[in-house]
T-cell receptor, first 112, second 117 residues
C-alpha cells in the first residue's frame, strides 16, 4: 500500500526566509510524486511533479523539490518566501491505477 | 493550463434532500474524473473514480447508493448526494485527468462546499 507522511503540521517562517516542507512516502515501485497548494476554500493547484529523470524538479511560483530515493523523500523548497505563499501544502503519490494518496498537509504561515 | 470547474461553489440544503454537484473539464476531454472529500483541516480522501461511459469505482467505505456518480460525457461528471444529512457536510473536490499524459497528472476543480442543516 502507498502512503505519504508530512511530518510538519504547521510551519511558520518570516517573509524572505527560506522554506523547506518535508514529505516522505512509501511506495512499492517507482513513484509519481506531486506537490499541491491549497488556499482557504479553494481547490488544489499543482506546484510541481516528478515522474522520472532529473531528481531536482522546478515548479511554479519559485518552488522546487528534490526526489531522494534512498530517503524516500520529496521535500519542497523555496529560497525566499512571500506573504502570498501562506496556504496549505499537500504532498501526494500517484498510483498507476489513477488514484492519488495525499499527505495530511502542512499549513504554512508567513510572518511579516 | 487545463481548467476544471465545479458548480455550485457552495450549497446549503435541508436534511433529507438530494444535492447534485457538477464537475466540468472546460478545455480538454477527460475520460477519467475523480471525486474527493475534504473535512476541515484534513487531507483529501478519494471517494470514487468516474469513468466516462461506465460505472464509477468507489473506494472502500464509500456508499455508492448515497453518492451517485454519473460521467455522461467526456467533459462532465456529476456527484449526487442523496438524502443528505448533516454528517455529509464537507468540501467536495473533483479532478479530471487528460488522456495521453504520462503519470497521473490531474487538474482539480475549485471545490464545492456543502452544508446540510
Amino acid at each position: 500500500a502507498q502512503s505519504v507522511t508530512q511530518p510538519d503540521i504547521h510551519i511558520t517562517v518570516s517573509e524572505g526566509a527560506s522554506l523547506e516542507l518535508r514529505c516522505n512516502y512509501s511506495y512499492g515501485a517507482t513513484p509519481y510524486l506531486f506537490w499541491y497548494v491549497q488556499s482557504p476554500g479553494q481547490g488544489l493547484q499543482l506546484l510541481l511533479k516528478y515522474f522520472s529523470g532529473d531528481t531536482l524538479v522546478q515548479g511554479i511560483k519559485g518552488f522546487e523539490a528534490e526526489f531522494k530515493r534512498s530517503q524516500s523523500s520529496f521535500n519542497l523548497r523555496k529560497p525566499s518566501v512571500h506573504w502570498s505563499d501562506a496556504a496549505e501544502y499537500f504532498c501526494a503519490v500517484g498510483a498507476n491505477a489513477g488514484k492519488s494518496t495525499f499527505g495530511d498537509g502542512t499549513t504554512l504561515t508567513v510572518k511579516p | 493550463g487545463a481548467v476544471v470547474s465545479q458548480h455550485p461553489s457552495w450549497v446549503i440544503c435541508k436534511s433529507g434532500t438530494s444535492v447534485k454537484i457538477e464537475c466540468r473539464s472546460l478545455d480538454f476531454q477527460a475520460t477519467t474524473m475523480f471525486w474527493y472529500r475534504q473535512f476541515p483541516k484534513q487531507s483529501l480522501m478519494l471517494m470514487a473514480t468516474s469513468n466516462e461511459g461506465s460505472k464509477a469505482t468507489y473506494e472502500q467505505g464509500v456508499e455508492k447508493d448515497k453518492f451517485l456518480i454519473n460521467h455522461a460525457s467526456l467533459t462532465l461528471s456529476t456527484l449526487t448526494v442523496t438524502s443528505a444529512h448533516p454528517e455529509d457536510s464537507s468540501f467536495y473536490i473533483c479532478s479530471a485527468r487528460p488522456p495521453g499524459l504520462a503519470g497521473e497528472t490531474q487538474y482539480f476543480g475549485p471545490g464545492t462546499r456543502l452544508l446540510v442543516l
